[in-house]
């Protein structure tokens, strides 16, 4: 069977949830091959065995210290060594980044942002803010596709990967900006905004009170997302901001609290699979692509709901 | 210093798009300058006016600024607006045989003509709001084999040392880099407040000149570029099913009780 080779995307020593998904996709089409860019690779591959692995391939370098530029001539030497049938790549800042550069270096096509790729390797897009769904494939090359995370529930499994080293070489091109000092993000206790399956978000409708929005987002163990007024006030911080130029997410729920639903909002949260909104306005354009409205004071809808939901937990 | 932007006209962000035969119907659609791209604009001019004896970008300031856009003929439009706010001249890459290139035709095309200027930074925006790859600028610092310092949240550049540092800023935190020249940068939009173009700035824009070059003059072959090399394949475009009518009803003192009865039918709660 041919290999799908899928890049683990780690902080800390732990994957991402979408390192999981990524692996159901991989198996979904060929046998499921784990490229780990790490220099103390096993918690990891520990980790990728309770998802559907055939393999793990780890690689060891200075990653770190060059970024993206760096991974892709690793990954590209992989692809040209390996030759798999496709590489899946989650859709970030820096996957998107190593998705480009390994395309230039291999002469491949790329297809970003995709919310699912079948066993032929045909990939779903959801375009210009969810209105028009594209299908396509690449023609050229070994197939480079970025995925979207939480497009898909990941499997478990119980695997019992073989791991393989490999050694990857970093050009010098890729060592002219090294990164000379790194502040992560600091994790709060709730769920990453972009792996949460809820998400509840607000707006300049919370007037900078988020206490009923945090509420109800710990009520259902949700994250925290912001619409750009309530980033740009002040409100809340910027990583948390959903939107064109915040991040974009595709939860099972999204609630938008506040929020006008302007078309720069709707870009990062219209591929959910279920919207709820509460707004005073009934002619905000959000209510358009909710399932379920509210039209109503936030102040008093989600203390209400929260209080609901806390109480049929008992 | 030599600084090059790279933007990109893109149908209106209000306006309806729709794809026709796999690719964009641009025709259809009133068209703008990327709003991302104004942010790499606002940026080179900041640079430029921080480095020059008349603190103002143009003549006098010893720097240049040169757009470059690759697209159609009407391109030019959102050419003049980045024009009227300060940049000094511009490059438009037309030729109907690009029409339909994916992001590898594009970006070599760019690269192309990045190499005939001598730059010493090009800068772009972090995404453009068609398309939305987030791709090119990593595409272009591949091909030029330039240091890449991309989503810059923070620029600053020391043009007697040659150095430019940046911080990086992304989902994952954020991370200093620094590279001599030639770099290519693109910009976050938080970094700044693009100015708005004055009347002065307008009138200027009109007298600055546009050079075009056809795909022949980039030295790029017709076979690299366009619908029919494309890497990637359109097998179908289709319009979204809209999503069916929801509910939607007015808090009468019970919708916080009501929405939890449908988070649990949906079993979301
Ligand atoms: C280049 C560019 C990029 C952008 N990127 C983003 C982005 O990434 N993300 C983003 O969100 N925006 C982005 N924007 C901004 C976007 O255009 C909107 O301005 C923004 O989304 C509005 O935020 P809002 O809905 O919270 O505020 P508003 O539009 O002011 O809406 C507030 C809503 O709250 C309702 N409301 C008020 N009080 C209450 C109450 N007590 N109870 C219930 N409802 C109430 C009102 O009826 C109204 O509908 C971008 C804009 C530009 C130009
Ligand atoms: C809906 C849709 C989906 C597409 N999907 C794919 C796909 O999956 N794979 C693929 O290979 N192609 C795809 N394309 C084609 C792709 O959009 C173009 O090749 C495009 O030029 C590059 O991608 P982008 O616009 O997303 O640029 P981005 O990488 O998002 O742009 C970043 C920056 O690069 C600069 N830039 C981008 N384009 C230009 C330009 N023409 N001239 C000057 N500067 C520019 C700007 O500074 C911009 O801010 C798609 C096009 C559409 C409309």
Redesign the pocket.
Known sequence: MSEVIFLVDHSAGKITKAAGELATYAKSIGDSVAVVFADNAQPIVDQLNTFPVDKVITIAGEFDKYGPAAIADGLAQLLTDRKPAAVLITSTANGKEIAARASVITGSGIITDAVNVDKDLITTQSVFGGSTTVHATVTKGVPIITLRANSIEATGATSSAAVEIFAATISEAAKLAPITSSTPVVKGGRPDLTEASIVVSG???TNGDFKPVEALADALGAAVGA????TDAGWYPHSN??????KTVSPQLYVA??????I??RA?MQTSKTIVA????PE?PILEIADFAVVG???NVLPQATAQIIARKG | MKIAICIKQVPDSWAEKKMAGGVLDRAGVDAVLN??DEYAVEEALRIVEANSPTKEAGEGSGHTITLISMGPERATEAIRKALSMGADDAILVTDPSLAGSDALATSLVLSEVIKKGNYDLVLCGTESTDARMSVIPAMISQRLGWAQLTFAGKVAVNPAANTVEIERVTEFGNQVMSAKFPAVLSVV?KINEPRYPSFKGIMAAKKKPITNMSLADTGVGSSDVGSAAAWSNVKEALPRPPRGAGVKLTDEGNGGEKLVEFLVEKRLA
């Open positions: 707006g300049r409708g619409s750009r007024a309530a901001q959903v939107g064109q130029t915040g609290a506040g929020i006008s639903g302007a720069q909002h990062g509460i707004n005073k306005d905000a004071d936030l102040f | 709003d991302l939009e």
